[in-house]
């Protein structure tokens, strides 16, 4: 089984910063793609920004400039730096986890419970 835990959710202020964390764990040889997805209510989930082993990242273009994302691949971790937040930052977000349970197998994709970020005006 995997399990992808986030952290770090809550209320901030418009102009504000914040980190969320993913941990992810159980039987794991690799974690190909890690990142993080948000879902604002009436709106479709959308990926924010995603992050490969070998650090290759992709953002949403709304993100770019404000986000930043990073790895602890030792730990399976990704985080998501957030800075300058907007009202449209606001959302449940996603951890997504693409990961490989052994040599020559196949790849799963996981996600987590997510996490809300609520910003305030």
């Known amino acids: 089984q995997v399990q992808l835990v986030e952290s770090g959710g809550k209320l901030v202020q418009t102009g504000g910063s914040l980190t969320l964390s993913c941990a992810a764990s159980g039987t794991i040889l690799s974690v190909t793609t890690m990142g993080w997805y948000r879902q604002a209510p009436g709106k479709q989930r959308e990926l924010v920004a995603t992050?490969?082993?070998?650090?290759?990242?992709n953002f949403v273009n709304s993100v770019k400039g404000r986000f930043t994302i990073s790895r602890d691949n030792a730990n399976n971790t990704v985080y998501l730096q957030m800075n300058n937040l907007k009202p449209e930052d606001a959302a449940l977000y996603y951890c997504?986890?693409?990961?490989?349970?052994?040599?020559?197998?196949?790849?799963?994709?996981?996600w987590g419970q997510g996490t809300q970020v609520t910003i305030s005006s």
């Open positions: 997504y986890a693409r990961i490989r349970k052994a040599v020559l197998g196949r790849e799963y994709d996981y």
């Open positions: 992050m490969t082993e070998g650090g290759y990242t």
